[in-house]
């Protein structure tokens, strides 16, 4: 039950070998916290989705073989009174580009096991005793990874960061060519009609039948709940709540472009302070922020603009004055003009995974009862699906379900 990226992950997956496979989902429409909205010809993320064209289960799960992926280059702020891209050559900048490419080459070519096998701590203490140069740490690293982990504190494990950090360093940070929504709607696309049922709530579940809020209980041999962890403890109740990083996703539309590259602008490392920063000054609440019509021509009307933009941190009072005011010193640009199309602030947008984190945290409750989503494993879409598949492979062993072609249900490894 569930049609976000874990439950449509594990259809696949079951449907695949030749599992007959219902899907209930709440909502009226598939995603979970990925979906993309329509408002006067934009469309606009509800959530801030960063993907990475390296995550192998994007190449793994049926369905996506029409999905485009429209990579992003991290950036830094603007110089102080400087339009973006009018900058000097420092040559300590190229000589710590020069140490930090070598430092990921090793970090990409490290295995899975020798990766889980350091010593974890938290993300912010390992950026503080690794090899990599400082000046690159405090320019791209720590705002990079904040960004990717949803954690402006980086108090995530090491261990989460290093795998996301390796992810970065084999491929291209990207977003999907028409929004976040059109990969789990590729993914439903996919399935036999009929298998997705919207609008039908779970109300219980068992190993032998979900009862639902339309149409009473459906009967089944397995159950598998796949929905973001509040909803999956309270249908379960012996699982750990983890703790949230809640995310707020701002888009606006400006009379111009303020760039037209397709870059991954960075707030900078301002950590947990960010949101006690004032408006004016160096310093702001947003994360990272993007050109989302020049990344992705689809999202906006011809000739308008769309910036789209992430805070991470609770809902603060007069949010939007004080990222406009950021946006500004981001882009190096006049703002004043620039009009707030829609804001989405989810409180649980991500599960934390403070140290010690169990990346492969159990999916199966017992025989006949499954469990997936990115809070099984690490907080991403490939954390996602990849729990779907260990749910499907789970399911398949339990019940001596041969795998579809293409499949293995051997023992999967904790990430890949």
Known sequence: MGAGLAGLSAAHHLINAGVTVTVVEAASRVGGRMVTDTVEGFRLDRGSQLLC???????????LSALRLLPLTPSGPAPAGARRGHRGVDPRAV??????????????????????????TTTATALATRSFPPRAV???????LASLLHDPGLGSSSLCADLVLRGYAKGRIAVPAGGAGVLPELLAAALPPGTVRLGVRA????????????G????????????????????????RLPAFHPVTVLHHEAPEPPLRESLLVLGG???ERAHA????????????????????????????????????????DQLEPRVRAHLAELYGTDTSRWRLLAAHHDPDAVPAMPPPHDVRRRVRVLWGLYVCGDHRDTSTAQGAMFSGRRAAHHVMRDFGIRPGYGDTARELPAVA
């Open 53 to 63: 064209t390296s995550y192998p289960e994007l190449g793994r799960t049926p369905g």
């Open 95 to 120: 000589w710590d580009r020069a140490r930090l490419g070598a430092a990921l080459g090793r970090l990409a070519s490290t295995p899975t096991g020798r990766l889980l096998a350091r010593p974890e």
């Open 138 to 144: 405090d320019s791209l690293l720590r705002p990079l």
């Open 203 to 214: 109300t219980s579940v068992a190993a032998n039948t979900v009862g639902t809020d339309r």
């Open 216 to 239: 009473g209980p459906i009967p089944c041999r397995a159950a598998v709940v796949a929905t973001g962890a509040r909803d999956a403890c309270a249908l379960l109740p012996g699982l």
């Open 269 to 271: 490392d301002r950590g």
């Open 277 to 316: 920063l004032p408006a004016g000054g160096r310093g702001g609440p947003v994360a990272h922020t993007m050109v989302a019509s020049a990344v992705d021509p689809s999202r906006a009307p011809a000739d308008r603009t769309l910036v789209t933009s992430t805070v991470l941190g609770p809902l603060t």
